[in-house]
């Protein structure tokens, strides 16, 4: 079992930055890829970033693309997603997800284990 625990949301003018970070505990080896979903109100969980916890390899959504950078550190068990440039269209909960995904990349939230309970993310115009 992999547990998830998300940091680092809160409320920030379009245009600002925010660091999210995700620290995982207990069985993490199960986890070989990282990543973060979000949901805004009315609308599905969608994929935003996603990150292999072996070789670094990344992937993010289109509309995310340039503006925000996944990241971890392994010593720490640790994944960051950096978002830069914000719009308030990010506005939503962010989740932390991880799984033991063996073909590369997997974007769907069904195909993730874990998850954290979520951070809210809200952008002001």
């Known amino acids: 079992q992999v547990q998830l625990l998300e940091s680092g949301g809160g409320l920030v003018q379009a245009g600002g930055s925010l660091r999210l970070a995700c620290a995982a505990s207990g069985r993490t080896s199960s986890s070989s890829v990282m990543g973060w979903f979000r949901q805004a109100p009315g609308k599905e969980r969608e994929f935003v970033a996603i990150?292999?916890?072996?070789?670094?390899?990344?992937a993010q959504a289109n509309s995310v693309q340039g503006r925000f950078t996944i990241s971890r550190d392994n010593a720490k068990n640790t994944v960051y997603l950096q978002m830069n440039s914000l719009k308030p269209e990010d506005t939503a909960v962010y989740y932390c997800?991880?799984?033991?995904?063996?073909?590369?990349?997997?974007?769907?939230?069904?195909?993730?284990?874990?998850w954290g309970q979520g951070t809210q993310v809200t952008v002001s115009s």
């Open positions: 997800a991880g799984g033991g995904i063996t073909q590369w990349p997997r974007i769907r939230p069904y195909e993730y284990d874990y």
């Open positions: 990150i292999r916890r072996t070789d670094g390899a990344t």
